[in-house]
């Protein structure tokens, strides 16, 4: 069997980070886990998996260079200096409507990306990226990727955030399919995981020959607890930033 010690730094780690205006990201991404998101030609970087999944998505499509990454990680200073700069010139109703203050940015996690439709000119803050074309044909892929569109219309209030439809967050692979057929928002997902689940009574996912089990864990009550699971079937922990952790493991094998 293979084990894992839940350790207190496990809730600040993980593809399934609530970061928002309530829920500041608590450090910054390694920077030797930090890729170009498309191509090498890119200075656009993402975490190394949100990074291959979002190549493997547009291939998949047959984007070619018809989708283009705008902004992916942002160091905090320069998600301080959008925050100014956007503060200075649109206003303050603009700015925190489309701009995360900084410390509470997806993108200083490395784990989000703002995709625009190619074109002549593109806008940095609000990148088009239509729900028609070729951006459908990701759109409709992207969850079984891993990917999310974040920032949903008439999400607004439990988001914090204006709907952007160009913002696509990593949050790992069935979350993302889970979360797309409810229509829920990283917020409500976690809030469902946490009201629902446990390890005796899990959310199970099923795919054809595939479950997977779904939990969450207050961090507090399971510190230096022992997870187990089989060794021939991966599992994957990770924080949630608010207080618990998502245990999420396969239980029957691929066929």
């Known amino acids: ?3 894992y010690r839940i350790r207190p730094e496990d809730g600040a780690g993980g593809t399934l980070l609530l970061i928002s205006p309530e829920h500041a990201l608590l450090g910054e991404p390694e920077q030797t886990k930090l890729v170009p998101a498309v191509d090498e030609n890119t200075d656009v970087l993402l975490e190394y998996t949100a990074a291959r999944m979002l190549q493997r998505t547009l291939a998949d499509v047959g984007a070619g260079r018809r989708i283009t990454a705008v902004s992916g990680y942002r160091p ?13 010139k649109e206003g303050e109703t603009f700015t925190r409507t489309y701009v995360a203050k900084p410390g509470h940015s997806e993108h200083e996690s490395g784990l989000a990306v703002d995709l625009a439709e190619q074109r002549e000119e593109i806008d940095f803050i609000r990148p088009e990226f239509p729900r028609s074309g070729i951006c ?19 999400k607004e209030k439990v988001t914090g955030i204006g ?34 689940t446990s390890p005796e009574h899990p959310y199970i996912y099923r795919s054809g020959n595939v479950r997977i089990d ?14 187990e699971w089989p060794d021939n079937l991966p599992a994957m922990i990770s924080g949630t930033n608010e ?7 396969w239980r029957e094998r691929y066929a």
């Not at 207080?243 to 493991?249: A, I, P, Q």
Request: with cysteine; net charge neutral.
């Open 1 to 3: 069997m293979s084990k």
């Open 76 to 88: 905090h200073r320069e998600q301080v200096k959008i925050w100014e700069d956007t503060m200075r």
């Open 136 to 154: 459908k044909k990701f759109r409709d892929m992207a969850p079984y990727r891993g990917f999310v569109e974040r920032y949903l219309s008439g």
């Open 163 to 196: 709907a952007e439809p160009w913002h696509f967050r990593y949050v790992g692979y069935p979350h993302s399919v889970i979360m797309t057929r409810r229509s829920l928002v990283l917020e409500e997902y976690l809030q469902f995981l946490k009201e629902e």
């Open 214 to 227: 779904i939990c969450y864990l207050p961090l507090d009550q399971w510190i230096d607890e022992e997870l």
């Open 243 to 249: 207080g618990g952790l998502v245990w999420t493991r």
